[in-house]
């Protein structure tokens, strides 16, 4: 069984301040996702990585797939109450034809003003 | 252009009792699948479809059927609701390796 493995998994921060998140995994994706999950609301997908060390931006948000494609990392600079939310990194496994997506468990971060 | 919509957006049932839950996508995507997002446990895979008139099981699929008769429905149906049931769940359909998700259906089995 493929897992997906977050940290931390939860982090409280003050606005302005950086952070990174994690995703782990002993297995090799096709590709990795990253949601935003706000509450009461289905995730939002924020980017795609799919080549090994691709690195992907999105305004101060920083994604970045390992060169094994085995893990991934977000990096929100400056963050702003508006990130707060759940985030969420899914792998999709290399077998050719499927579409099954594996969910860590996610980071739950609030960023006080 | 709605995405992906979800009925009923919450229920409460009793355990033994029966319901369908409903989703719809209108963006002509081939895969869809049901999710249940439970504390803790993040998004766990219950059924999926790569096709109209086809269906597949996921990681957690005892207790729970599906059907696609249509390509643009997924139906996810509990026969004899149990406690173990009460969760959110979240259905979505696929567009090559962007997933996109309803707003959720909250079911309580008491």
């Known amino acids: 069984t493929q897992l997906l493995e977050q940290s931390p998994q939860f982090l409280s921060i003050q606005e302005g301040e950086n952070l990174t998140v994690y995703c782990n995994s002993s297995?090799?994706?096709?590709?990795l996702q990253w949601y935003r999950q706000e509450p009461g609301e289905g995730p939002v997908l924020l980017v795609t990585v799919v080549t090994g060390g691709e690195v992907k931006k999105l305004k101060r948000l920083t994604f970045q797939f390992g060169d094994a494609r085995k893990d991934s990392s977000l990096h929100i600079t400056a963050a702003q109450p508006g990130d707060t939310g759940l985030y969420l990194c899914a792998g999709a496994p290399p077998v050719s034809g499927t579409y099954k997506y594996i969910f860590g468990t996610g980071t739950r971060l609030k960023v006080l003003a | 252009n709605a995405g992906v919509t979800q009925t009923p957006k919450f229920r409460v049932l009793k355990t033994g009792q029966s319901m369908t839950l409903l989703c719809a996508q209108d963006?002509?995507?081939?895969?869809m699948y049901w999710y249940r997002q439970d504390p803790g446990m993040g998004l766990r895979l219950i059924h999926y479809?790569?096709?109209?008139?086809?269906?597949a099981k996921g990681e957690v699929p005892d207790g729970y059927n599906v059907s696609r008769l249509k390509k643009q429905n997924f139906l996810l149906g509990l026969e004899s609701a149990a406690p173990s049931q009460t969760s959110v769940y979240f259905c979505a359909s696929t567009s090559w390796y962007e997933q996109y998700f309803g707003p959720g259906t909250r079911l309580t089995v008491t």
């Open positions: 963006m002509n995507h081939e895969y």
């Open positions: 479809s790569v096709g109209e008139g086809t269906t």
């Open positions: 297995s090799v994706f096709s590709s």
